[in-house]
């Protein structure tokens, strides 16, 4: 059993990633948009059954922007912007056949009408070969980084191609690309520019690039799994994490290459780049396979001035995981644990007790693990696919981070001992079709300061169809909030939104 697939989004959340009435604070009216009805915190964050948030109306472009050091600032106006998936098909088609939608900041938080849709060919990439959506791009297979340090974050891609076999190791072949940004977000000036790679990994490429500093230098890296196929040697001794150190030119050259991290397996995460651009160097996490159950991870730490530090630390297991300043300290720390997710074969269910229902804070100065317990599932809630992951969050802008997680209910904020639910729900009838109220709950996605008010603002978001209720993808409806409270900032449906490439460049 594969482990559920989190939806990317530009934020300072956590990931391994995500309607816009609840989510997105429109600068023109919404019909059924608004702040939800009768909440405060002293609500706990819950909200009382609302329409159905409303699909914006015609985009306009975003405000030229005169440059920014944050990655998630994609015009360079001063304010972050949100990624969020749609799908240009429906029915059996949505899911094959997605674009990536560009959500621009304000100094009133996210405005859905004023936001960018994007396919392959408005990014310069090769259509994709599969027979439907030949424009097909989906949201986990872009992040963003300033790469030439231009002050305009650009968009990098993972793009498949044919499948080769290289010694032991049959793969399609995975490249990273370059769109390179500007004042209204990237444009495709023909095609987008490939990342050359390092001769020992050219021949099948990288997967699961992230973004990163992690030399503290100021300058955007990237990382990913080299898949090597060397003769003689088990897959997993012949695949090992490559950083590729920023700047990179403009023809896609980094300024380095670092391939002397061990051999290992498995999904990349890496910490946060700081968005006020001051350097700060971004550790990165190796989280291995798994089927199912909590996978185990090793965490190779970054020091200012130096590569990353080859001589990895093991973690506890645990399929969930954020960075951020957990304790106040000012030092960044890392938080693994339990998604909830479980291997169902026989004798492979369950977890170790150090493991089930908890998480653990490892503190950046060093020291014991810190352990919390996690909201326990309803009675009969609980599926081996698990409600999510973590999000790292500062909803009242105190300086010190903390973990949103996600529930069989929705979400908790865990900030110490303290807990404090924030829950959206979905309407009951999505579509012409009545949704069970086990599947109506909102899953966390991000966090990030849209606003520019100092605090985080908190990313939820939610679809009708079993896809999401069972492994949290191809979400359509989003929320924004206010912090912790049963306000929000903004909401949004992308249901149709990419529909005949509306929005499009």
Request: proline share 8%.
């Amino acid at each position: 059993m594969t482990s559920p697939t989190p939806v990317r989004a530009v934020s300072r959340a956590a990931l391994s990633g995500a309607a816009l009435c609840a989510v997105s604070l429109l600068l023109v009216p919404l019909a059924g948009c608004g702040g939800a009805a009768g909440g405060d915190s002293a609500t706990g964050g819950a909200t009382p059954a609302a329409k159905e948030p409303a699909v914006p109306g015609e985009s306009r472009p975003p405000e030229a922007g005169e440059g920014t050091k944050d990655p998630d600032d994609v015009n360079g106006d001063g304010h972050r912007d949100l990624l969020v998936p749609v799908s240009a098909g429906t029915g059996d088609q949505a899911a094959a056949d997605q674009r990536v939608a560009v959500v621009y900041g304000s100094a009133k938080g996210l405005d859905p009408a004023t936001r960018t849709v994007y396919g392959r060919r408005d990014l310069g990439l090769p259509a994709s070969p599969g027979e439907h959506g030949r424009d097909s791009l989906a949201a986990g297979d872009v992040l963003t980084a300033d790469l030439d340090g231009d002050g305009f974050p650009d968009f990098v891609s993972s793009v498949g191609g044919t499948t080769k076999t290289d010694g032991r190791v049959h793969a399609s072949r995975a490249f990273p690309r370059v769109t390179w940004g500007g004042p209204e977000g990237p444009q495709a000036q023909g095609e987008a520019t490939a990342i050359p790679l390092p001769q020992d990994v050219a021949a099948l490429g990288m997967t699961s690039l992230v973004r990163g500093d992690f030399d503290g230098d100021g300058h955007h890296d990237l990382a990913g799994i080299a898949q090597n196929g060397l003769a003689g040697v088990p897959h997993n001794e012949s695949t090992r994490p490559v950083v590729l150190y920023g700047p990179f030119t403009r023809a896609g050259a980094p300024a380095r290459t670092d391939a002397g991290l061990p051999y290992a397996d498995g999904t990349l995460v890496a910490d946060a780049i700081d968005p006020s651009g001051e350097p700060r160097a971004t550790s990165l996490l190796v989280q291995g396979p798994s089927d199912g159950e909590q996978s185990q991870n090793t965490l190779y730490r970054a020091r200012e001035g130096s590569p990353l530090t080859a001589r990895g630390e093991e973690l506890r297991a645990g399929s969930a995981h954020a960075f951020g300043d957990f304790d106040g300290d000012g030092v960044r720390d890392v938080a693994i644990g339990d998604d909830g997710g479980r291997n169902n074969e026989p004798g492979y269910e369950s977890e170790a007790p150090d493991v089930d229902g908890s998480l653990a804070v490892y503190p950046g100065k060093g020291g014991a693990p810190v352990t919390h317990r996690l909201p326990e599932p309803p009675k009969g809630r609980s599926t081996d696919y698990g409600p999510g992951g973590f999000v790292t969050a500062d909803p009242d802008g105190d300086g010190r981070d903390a973990i949103l997680v996600a529930t069989y209910e929705g979400a908790t904020l865990i900030e110490g001992d303290r807990r404090t639910p924030v829950l959206r729900e979905g309407p009951e009838v999505s579509g012409g079709e009545k949704t069970s109220a086990k599947w109506r709950h909102a899953r966390p996605a991000a966090a990030a300061d849209f606003d520019g008010d100092g605090k985080d603002e908190l990313v939820l978001h939610w679809a009708a169809d079993t896809s999401f209720g069972l492994y949290g993808e191809h979400p359509t409806h989003w929320w924004i909030t206010e912090g912790t409270t049963a306000r929000d900032q903004s909401a949004f449906s992308t249901v149709g939104l990419a529909k005949g490439t509306e929005g499009a460049r």
